[in-house]
């Protein structure tokens, strides 16, 4: 028996399925022979769920009154929906929270077939580590953001709800690979020959390739004793920011060179693209929240009670997820 044989012809159901990390999920479980069910919006952009196998429900989840699929027998859910980026903490809270009690509360009639609940986190809902340490899974809860007491609090009702359903916690730091936009950005910067540093200090952080990601959460949902339990997933190593440039540059053939910004230029560009934001629909690329985020000197987190309780060892470290992600940008002609 292989450490994913309890997912082999389930049925599944996946929010966030056409996201990046959710479209990563369905590829690996239609691969393990799942029937997989997609929960999607109407307006949702479907380019990486091609699949005839896939089913679709058009839910949108900021909806009051949204309504699960009756599906016959619901084997697996997976709860990657969520929003990293918004313009007020209100739509964070919305969907990153308030959307888990009426997901897990429906859930509840399919309890009997339930075997597995995965409840994607994040590190945003500890907070940043103190002192350079990395943060493990006894550390207190301090987020910092509208994002990251958003995630505390779709946790909190994770683990509500972890009592009547074998619902697994997972908190993932950065996640890349292919399929992403948001460190994408960096990439492109690179490409161009710049390692964009905020401020003087080092900062530090963990990653996970979305591969190792996807396998972990795969696993957690195995037949267990314990349920509510929350696990970071990390591929084990802190970077910094210039080896991860330089990582890249040297991946691309390109030679780079710091691009500093001072850490006083922040405030005053994040309310420039929040003006913007105001005459477009969509939330800022780059707003105040995300600065308070982007000056903390530490966003690092140790895995080895995930690495420990479930044998498992990531397949990825920066220089092959970096080599996989980049030809991936190559190919599609991102970069
Ligand atoms: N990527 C990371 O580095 C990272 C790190 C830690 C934790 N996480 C967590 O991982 C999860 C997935 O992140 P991701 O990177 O895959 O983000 P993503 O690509 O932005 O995907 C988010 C998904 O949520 C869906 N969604 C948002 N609002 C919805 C609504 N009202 N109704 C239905 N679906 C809705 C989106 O659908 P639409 O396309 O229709 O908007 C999309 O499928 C999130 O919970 C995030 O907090 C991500």
Redesign the pocket.
């Known amino acids: 028996m292989n450490e994913l044989s309890h997912l082999k012809g389930k049925t599944v159901l996946v929010?966030?399925?056409?996201?990046?990390?959710?479209?990563h999920l369905v590829d690996s479980l239609l691969s393990l022979g799942c029937e997989v069910h997609c929960?999607?919006?109407r307006?949702?952009?479907l380019r990486w769920l091609s699949s005839p196998k896939i089913q679709f429900h058009f839910?949108?989840?900021?909806?009051p009154n949204?309504k699960i699929p009756d599906l016959k027998n619901m084997n697996y859910v997976f709860?990657?929906?969520?929003?990293?980026?918004a313009k007020s903490r209100k739509e964070y809270f919305?969907?990153?929270s308030t959307?888990c009690s009426s997901l897990y509360e429906q859930c509840l009639k399919f309890k009997g077939d339930i075997e597995g609940v995965v409840h994607?986190?994040?590190?945003?809902a500890v907070g940043p580590g103190q002192d350079g340490g990395l943060m493990d899974e006894a550390a207190p809860l301090n987020p910092i953001t509208h994002?990251g007491k958003s995630?505390k609090s779709?946790e909190e009702v994770a683990l509500k709800y972890s009592a009547s359903l074998p619902i697994k916690i997972i908190?993932?730091?950065?996640?890349?690979g292919p399929?992403?936009?948001?460190?994408f950005n960096f990439f492109k910067l690179v490409r161009k020959g710049w390692g964009l540093q905020i401020g003087k200090a080092p900062k530090k952080l963990s990653l996970v390739y979305v591969a190792d990601l996807v396998r972990a959460m795969l696993q957690v949902c195995g037949p267990s004793d314990v349920q509510g339990k929350v696990y970071f997933v990390t591929d084990g190593r802190t970077y910094s920011w210039e080896q991860i440039a330089k990582s890249a540059a040297q991946k691309m053939n390109v030679s780079v060179k710091a691009l500093r910004l001072p850490e006083s230029i922040l405030s005053p560009l994040a309310i420039f693209f929040e003006l913007l934001a105001m005459f477009s629909s969509k939330p800022a690329l780059f707003d105040r929240q995300r600065m308070i985020d982007i000056r903390q000197s530490c966003w690092a987190a140790s895995s080895e009670n995930f690495f420990r309780e479930y044998s498992f060892s990531p397949e990825f470290e920066l220089e092959a997820g970096l080599s996989h992600t980049l030809d991936w940008y190559v190919q599609e002609k991102w970069l």
């Not at 929010?15 to 479209?23: C, L, P, Q, R, V």
């Not at 994607?120 to 945003?124: K, W």
């Open positions: 929010t966030g399925a056409n996201g990046f990390i959710g479209s929960l999607v919006r307006s949702s952009n839910v949108d989840l900021a909806d949204f709860h990657c929906a969520g929003l990293t980026k919305d969907i990153n959307v994607l986190s994040s590190l945003a994002y995630k779709g908190r993932p730091p950065v996640v890349y399929r992403e936009e948001n460190l």
